[in-house]
């Protein structure tokens, strides 16, 4: 069974520029979150999503965005991007329901130079 | 709010040494605890969670935690530490009855195993 699956794995981008980040969940997987990894702020979430709706967001600005298809796959964008977005983007996946094992992505690494 | 905290940021152990590594949690409502390691590079990997009945909670790679009410702890344990070991472990937690699987976690604690 095929593990959660993000692309790109690596990517450089420009200050001012935006980004998408792309996530393919767990098969069966209705409920796909981000997350944020920094070295001064740790994991930080940033947005659930569940059946295309966004069910629950982080303290984050209007810059970060997200979306779910009707498949469950879903992005992730970060727009006129700052020096600060530069962080370890994870995806997670999981089951509908709660308590439920919540199962991550090996993350984008997302450098802004 | 909940909220996690790990103590000890950096944690030293010698191979076959006891492995400890401590999580406090603060939560208005039940919680579900879980700990997740992260090897360099990598995503995370979950070791163990809980979620209701049984408070001694049995992991992969022979890691264990025990959900403690009372000390509002969940502290990681492992009899006798190896080399492959040496990572980074986050304690997390998460609401029950909550309408979200939205996960705060603590700030980390690595572990270096000598040999």
């Known amino acids: 069974k095929a593990g959660v699956t993000q692309t790109p794995r690596y990517l450089i981008k420009t200050r001012g520029q935006q980004v998408t980040l792309s996530c393919s969940p767990i098969?069966?997987?209705?409920?796909v979150s981000w997350y944020q990894q920094t070295p001064g702020q740790g994991l930080q979430f940033l947005f659930e999503?569940?059946?295309?709706?966004?069910?629950n967001k982080g303290n984050f600005p209007g810059r970060f965005s997200g979306r779910q298809f009707s498949n469950s796959r879903s992005e992730m964008n970060v727009s006129t991007l700052e020096l600060g977005d530069s962080a370890l983007y994870l995806c997670?996946?999981?089951?509908?329901?709660?308590?439920?094992?919540?199962?991550f992505g090996e993350g984008s690494w997302l450098t802004v130079v | 709010a909940q909220s996690v905290t790990q103590l000890g940021s950096h944690v030293s152990v010698s191979e076959g040494a006891l492995v400890l590594l401590r999580c406090n949690y603060s939560?208005?409502?039940?919680?579900?605890l879980f700990w997740y390691v992260q090897y360099p590079n990598q995503g995370l990997q979950l070791l163990l969670k809980?979620?209701?009945?049984?408070?001694l909670v049995k992991g992969i790679n022979g890691f264990e935690a025990e959900f403690k009410k009372s000390e509002t702890s969940f502290h990681l344990t492992k009899p006798s530490a190896h080399m492959s070991d040496a990572a980074e472990y986050f304690c997390?937690?998460?609401?029950?009855?909550?309408?979200?699987?939205?996960?705060?976690f603590g700030t980390g604690t690595l572990l270096a195993v000598q040999p």
């Open positions: 997390a937690v998460s609401e029950s009855g909550g309408a979200t699987n939205k996960l705060i």
């Open positions: 997670a996946s999981s089951l509908s329901g709660f308590g439920n094992t919540i199962y």
């Open positions: 939560s208005s409502v039940p919680p579900y």
């Open positions: 809980y979620t209701t009945g049984a408070t």
């Open positions: 098969s069966g997987h209705r409920s």
């Open positions: 999503y569940f059946s295309e709706t966004q069910r």
